[in-house]
């Protein structure tokens, strides 16, 4: 197994590597809760792209958004789709995503910040669960 974290902006993702990320998001959440508005939140920023020989295991996004903290407003990474394919669950995958996003926040951003039902995975990674 030979793990590659590739990063990159929406805008060079193809076709195909979109519908890739379709059916990803279909897999980790057959239940439907991911949705089309989802699917279009994790876009325009940057992605991370768990690989394994080419083909994606797992991915997050950090879009720009701006939150406000006591009248401040903030310039803000916030993560979106985090996601892997079941099969290859508890292998790393997403953690690798999540280490290389944060790495991208903290050199771009004043905050970072994200929603989640899995806070234990976030807080093992070193973020704060409020």
């Known amino acids: 197994m030979v793990l590659t974290v590739r990063i990159g902006p929406t ?35 940057v992605h991370f792209l768990v ?6 295991r797992s991915h997050a996004s950090v879009v720009e958004r701006e939150l406000d903290a006591d009248g401040r407003r903030l310039r803000t990474g916030y993560v979106e789709a985090v996601a892997t394919w079941p099969a290859h669950e508890r292998r790393g995958h997403a953690s690798a995503a999540m280490r290389a996003a944060a790495e991208h926040i903290r050199a771009h951003f004043e905050l970072g910040a994200l929603s989640t039902g899995s806070a234990p995975f976030y807080v093992r990674l070193g973020w704060l669960s409020l």
């Open 11 to 45: 805008a060079a993702l193809s076709d195909v590597e979109l519908d890739a990320l379709r059916a990803l998001f279909g897999a980790a959440w057959p239940d439907g809760r991911f949705t089309r508005l989802d699917f279009e939140h994790a876009l325009g920023g």
């Open 51 to 56: 690989e394994d020989g080419g083909e994606i």
